[in-house]
């Protein structure tokens, strides 16, 4: 495994690959092809609105993924930020300091354009910038297998995120590691949201006595969610907590400040939640230095301070928090883990 404490990371995101990806992850295989003349006609359209609103990627935690390997020296997301189905995500990618490329559809389908700008951009990266330890490519094409490989063969250590179920066999193979957007810290599982949504459509379905394949391909997903229900009490306070910290994290504009303490407190709580899951992730031992969970936290959000938040050192932050971590000090450490919700 290489080095996380002093890494030098470079985030690309193939952003239509990805969103494109999770539309068809939560409503079904090819479902973004169906809907793609509706979107791009009238995006506002409600029940176009409603299957976006659903299938909205949480970039930020693939940033804040990508951020355990080290410092982010540099994240791109490369899509036609002119299509509405993508401006709706610029204020969320500038306020994480993502660089955005325009990439101009030269073609009906702009077929490839990502993939080549993307991996030029990559290989002049890893020869402009010496110190650079890790490359993150969220994408889940096999076109990236060359680049990993490469990126392999400079030295580097590549990380793949990609949706469950679209990505190339070949591509998680090329990669050092590779995770599942859909494991991803904070990602509500797809059973959970698909059975929501078929709970919405399967009332007039069922008022009409239809039957055939639509209603079978449903019910596991809802059997699915129902299981989740009665065991995963645990896992869902922690995705509530999460789910709160980024809906406050979205109400915020690039450049303002949370000024409701009432939102801070639930933000940096899920700062917390979010720091704790992705380092345990990376140690099985489930016990952390406090001192790195800090460190993670501030890549995050380097904005983190817990002395402004009123506490005198960061254990007693810590302490604050004694609902969803658990302290432990011997001597001059202190260790910190998730604590186990289910006692």
């Given at each position: 495994m290489a080095d996380t404490q002093n890494g030098r990371v470079a985030?690309?995101?193939?952003?239509?690959?990805?969103?494109?990806?999770?539309?068809?992850?939560?409503?079904?295989?090819?479902?973004?092809?169906?809907?793609?003349?509706r979107i791009a006609e009238n995006p506002s359209e409600p029940e176009i609105a409603e299957r976006l609103r659903a299938a909205?990627?949480?970039?930020?935690?693939?940033?804040?993924?990508?951020?355990?390997?080290?410092?982010?020296?540099?994240?791109?997301?490369y899509a036609d930020w002119s299509a509405p189905m993508n401006a709706e995500y610029r204020s969320q990618l500038v306020s994480r300091a993502v660089d955005l490329v325009q990439l101009f559809p030269a073609a009906a389908y702009a077929k490839n354009g990502a993939?080549?700008?993307?991996?030029?951009?990559?290989?002049?990266?890893?020869?402009?910038l010496d110190d650079l330890t890790h490359v993150v490519i969220v994408a889940g094409d096999s076109?990236?297998?060359?680049?990993?490989q490469r990126c392999k063969r400079l030295g580097r250590y590549v990380v793949g995120v990609g949706v469950a179920g679209s990505t190339a066999k070949a591509l998680t193979a090329a990669c050092d590691e590779f995770a599942s957007y859909d494991a991803l810290p904070g990602i509500e599982s797809v059973p959970r949201t698909a059975a929501r949504a078929a709970q919405r459509d399967e009332q007039p379905k069922r008022s009409r006595g239809r039957g055939g394949r639509g209603g079978g391909a449903e019910q596991p997903n809802a059997d699915a969610g129902a299981g989740d229900d009665a065991g995963g009490a645990a896992d869902q306070r922690l995705a509530d907590a999460l789910d709160?910290?980024?809906?406050?994290?979205?109400?915020?504009?690039?450049?303002?400040?949370?000024?409701?303490?009432?939102?801070?407190?639930?933000?940096?709580?899920?700062?917390?939640?979010?720091?704790?899951?992705?380092?345990?992730d990376k140690d099985d031992s489930g016990w952390l230095y406090s001192s790195a969970v800090k460190q993670q936290m501030r890549r995050m959000d380097p904005s983190f301070n817990e002395k402004a938040l009123g506490f005198r050192s960061f254990s007693d932050f810590l302490k604050s928090r004694s609902d969803v971590a658990e302290l432990e000090e011997t001597g001059h450490e202190r260790l910190v883990r998730l604590r186990d919700q289910s006692v």
């Open positions: 985030v690309y995101l193939d952003f239509d690959n990805i969103v494109l990806s999770w539309y068809d992850r939560v409503h079904g295989r090819n479902s973004f092809a169906r809907d793609r003349q909205v990627v949480d970039v930020g935690a693939i940033i804040d993924y990508a951020s355990s390997f080290g410092t982010l020296v540099l994240t791109r997301a993939d080549i700008r993307l991996a030029v951009d990559a290989v002049e990266d890893m020869f402009r076109d990236y297998v060359p680049l990993a709160a910290a980024q809906d406050a994290a979205n109400a915020v504009e690039p450049g303002d400040t949370i000024e409701s303490g009432e939102d801070a407190e639930i933000a940096v709580t899920g700062l917390l939640i979010r720091a704790l899951w992705l380092s345990q």
